[in-house]
């Protein structure tokens, strides 16, 4: 069996780090991905918001340099989350993260937009795991 997903929207708001009693790092990431397509003579948007998990060191990373509206590049796979509240079966699918990447929106004049401080910058490409 076969499961990747690849999705590139921005985060609906900030990233959420907390940590398990082992001390593993563990970030949680709000996507919004959006379709346009076309639907008679008008354009339409599609939607969907998506939670990601990120793990590790990439997970603390992701916490750090990532905000509300940046864009991201996440690859991973699809799970489902089941539980029961009041005899009642749920269920609902999120991203378990293995690669994240930041990027960069271009302003209105075509230069890449850049942090408020230069203290810091975000690496590149932050992964654990490689899956090549």
């Not at 690849?6 to 996507?31: A, Q, W």
Request: glycine content about 8%.
């Amino acid at each position: 069996m076969f499961n990747k997903v690849i999705l590139i929207g921005n985060l609906t708001k900030d990233p959420e780090l907390r940590y398990t009693p082992k001390g593993t790092p563990v970030c949680t990431l709000r996507l919004a991905c959006t379709t346009r397509y076309k639907s008679g003579d008008s354009m339409k948007d599609d939607t969907l918001f998506i939670n990601v998990v990120v793990w590790g060191k990439q997970g603390e990373t992701a916490a750090q340099y990532l905000a509300k509206g940046k864009s991201v590049l996440v690859e991973g796979r699809l799970q489902e989350q089941r539980w029961e509240t009041d005899g009642q079966q749920k269920s609902r699918f999120e991203i378990v993260a293995q690669g994240v990447r930041f990027l960069s929106k271009k302003d209105e004049a075509g230069s890449h937009d850049t942090n408020t401080s230069d203290d810091f910058a975000p690496p590149d490409e932050t992964t654990d795991l490689e899956p090549f």
